[in-house]
């Protein structure tokens, strides 16, 4: 196997596959639209890690708490700087019914509970100077992340070369590699190709079917104040996070397809308003401000919320092929090495780590009977199979 690859897009996606690959011994090119690295939806000054569940949808669940388990400990082993990232918890305000019916549903799946969450009672508000008397749980290995420091990390390697400023605009097999041609008219040829590139993913021929919407996010900051604000991430409405770089920073909003780059006020007001609960002082500090800085940039999500990760179609041979020949998971026209990795939502950081792990472990053919679950779970070609009736060759593109 020829080992060089070209991966497209640095954000958390791009970046993290890029490092599992270098360190298995690839040759990775890195290519990047903009000027620098992480500068999409990897590029806030914050992201929380945390695992959100939901109360009936067990396969999400179960996806989450893998995501969750391996990238928070994976992180650990990286050596970042330690003022980079903090797992000392994390907050998830919710309604109580709904905490302690969450709370049940997760002891028949984690074993050492005690050690993984806890239901919020005074003495946890009392420590984390959390205002309100709320209900919800506290997640322990829950923390947060710099992302820009983690992307930088993950692709300072000596098999990792980044190129920016070139957008890639169209990817064709020509002879055995993949060329890629951007619009500076440069081209770039490897024998394999990842599209980690967001909401962008449909932009070419090959991924046009994969369908994500644009979630603008703004998220907003002010310099850090004296006022005791929760030590942890806490979310509720809205999250607002432990002071890092010497900011309050707290969001996010959440609005689909408005491609609007510009701080707008009226978000900032949305912002300050979901965090009242979390903490009245410094909600009247943030109301009292003559202007609040802030970012906006996108989520790319899926109408399911699974990534897309793994293989897409060969779309001529999957043009020619009947409904009961693809009903076989072996008759699947793969595309043969070009890979995807997108629809992450606003689980990025602890989605993105995880899923290229696994991702690489296709791309170096040695995938655990776990990593072929996952697969199975984050099948890129899931919709255009359901819509054939196909709904279990979908899930099981793997046998596991
Ligand atoms: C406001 C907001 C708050 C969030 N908060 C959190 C949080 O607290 N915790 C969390 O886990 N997640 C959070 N998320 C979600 C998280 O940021 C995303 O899930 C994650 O960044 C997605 O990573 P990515 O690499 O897929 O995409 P991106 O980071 O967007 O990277 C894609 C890259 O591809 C590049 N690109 C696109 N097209 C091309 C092309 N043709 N050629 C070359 N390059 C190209 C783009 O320039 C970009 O750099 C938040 C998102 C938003 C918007």
New binding site residues.
């Given amino acids: 196997m020829q080992k060089n690859i070209l991966i497209?897009?640095?954000?958390?996606?791009?970046?993290?596959l890029a490092h599992f690959l270098a360190n298995t011994g690839w040759a990775v090119t890195l290519?990047?639209?903009?000027d620098n690295?992480?500068?999409?939806?990897?590029?806030?000054p914050?992201?929380?890690?945390y695992p959100k569940f939901m109360l009936n949808d067990q396969a999400y669940n179960d996806f989450m708490l893998k995501s969750f388990i391996f990238t928070t400990g994976w992180i650990e082993e990286l050596k970042l700087d330690k003022n980079d990232y903090k797992f000392n918890g994390a907050i998830e305000i919710l309604d109580q019914e709904y905490a302690h019916k969450l709370d049940i549903n997760l002891s028949k799946k984690i074993l050492d509970k005690k050690t993984f969450l806890s239901v919020m009672n005074p003495s946890i508000l009392k420590k984390y100077n959390i205002d309100k008397n709320a209900s919800g749980l506290l997640f322990h290995q829950g923390g947060?992340?710099n992302?820009i420091a983690l992307?930088r990390h993950l692709v300072n390697h000596s098999n990792i070369k980044t190129v920016t400023n070139?957008?890639?605009?169209s990817i064709e097999k020509l002879n055995l590699e993949w060329t890629l041609e951007?619009?500076m008219k440069k081209k770039f040829m490897a024998h394999q190709v990842a599209i980690?590139?967001?909401?962008?993913i449909h932009?070419?021929e090959l991924t046009q079917h994969l369908q994500t919407d644009a979630?603008?996010?703004?998220?907003n900051w002010v310099n850090q104040t004296s006022l005791e604000v929760p030590s942890i991430?806490s979310c509720d409405e809205g999250?607002l996070a432990p002071p890092i770089q010497k900011k309050h920073i707290f969001?996010?909003?959440?609005a689909m397809n408005d491609f609007e780059e510009d701080i707008r006020l009226s978000d900032t007001r949305k912002n300050i308003a979901s965090i009242k609960e979390i903490h009245q002082e410094f909600y009247k500090y943030c109301l009292k401000q003559e202007s609040i800085d802030g970012?906006?940039?996108?989520?790319?999500s899926t109408k399911d919320r699974k990534?897309y990760v793994g293989r897409v179609f060969n779309n001529d041979l999957f043009k020619k092929l009947r409904v009961r020949e693809l009903a076989h998971a072996d008759n699947l026209p793969w595309l043969e090495h070009l890979y995807v990795?997108?629809?992450?939502?606003?689980?990025?950081?602890?989605?993105?780590p995880y899923c290229s792990f696994v991702l690489a472990n296709l791309i170096n053919e040695n995938l655990s009977r776990e990593d072929k679950e996952t697969l199975n779970y984050t099948n890129p070609e899931r919709y255009r199979l359901r819509k054939m009736s196909l709904k279990k060759v979908a899930s099981q593109i793997f046998q596991v």
Avoid: H
């Fill in positions: 497209i897009g640095a954000g958390i996606a791009g970046c993290s290519l990047e639209g903009q690295i992480a500068q999409g939806g990897s590029g806030n914050v992201a929380a890690i947060w992340i992302p992307c070139q957008k890639v605009k951007t619009d980690c590139n967001a909401e962008y932009q070419f979630f603008r996010g703004q998220i991430v999250y969001g996010a909003t959440y970012r906006v940039s996108w989520r790319a990534p990795s997108s629809g992450f939502g606003s689980r990025g950081f602890t989605f993105a």
